[in-house]
């Protein structure tokens, strides 16, 4: 399984971005698809994650409300929407997907890795 992120850039604080993670190579039933991101300094958080079927949906608390995770399963890929986004959201943001995890919430739970997309947010 390969995954391409892309979409990140510099917005303004309050402003919307989406990013986008296709995917390519064999995939799997049920599989969890997630959302990363690293600030520097700062540990890889998960910041939202759902099973392919749109199931078990989770978001960190400090995006909850303003950031959607969605696939389209035709075209492989997966979404993270980001709306009224912060300064603190200024991270280097993974899409991941993880075949065999239950609770997928750490970084260790995922199998795959897209590179990263950098998202600046100015104040």
């Known amino acids: 399984v390969q995954l391409q992120a892309s979409g990140g850039g510099l917005v303004q604080a309050g402003g919307s971005l989406s990013l986008s993670c296709a995917a390519s190579?064999?995939?799997?039933?049920?599989?969890?698809m997630g959302w990363f991101r690293q600030a520097p300094g700062k540990e890889r958080e998960l910041v939202a994650s759902?099973?392919?079927?749109?199931?078990?949906?989770y978001y960190a608390d400090s995006v909850q409300g303003r950031f959607t995770i969605s696939r389209d399963n035709p075209k492989n890929t997966m979404y993270l929407q980001m709306t009224n986004l912060k300064p603190e959201d200024t991270a280097v943001y993974y899409c991941?997907?993880?075949?065999?995890?239950?609770?997928?919430?750490?970084?260790?739970?995922?199998?795959?890795w897209g590179q990263g997309t950098l998202v600046t947010v100015s104040s």
């Open positions: 759902s099973r392919w079927s749109g199931s078990n949906s």
């Open positions: 190579g064999r995939m799997f039933n049920n599989y969890v």
């Open positions: 991941a997907v993880g075949l065999t995890c239950l609770s997928c919430y750490a970084s260790t739970d995922y199998d795959y």
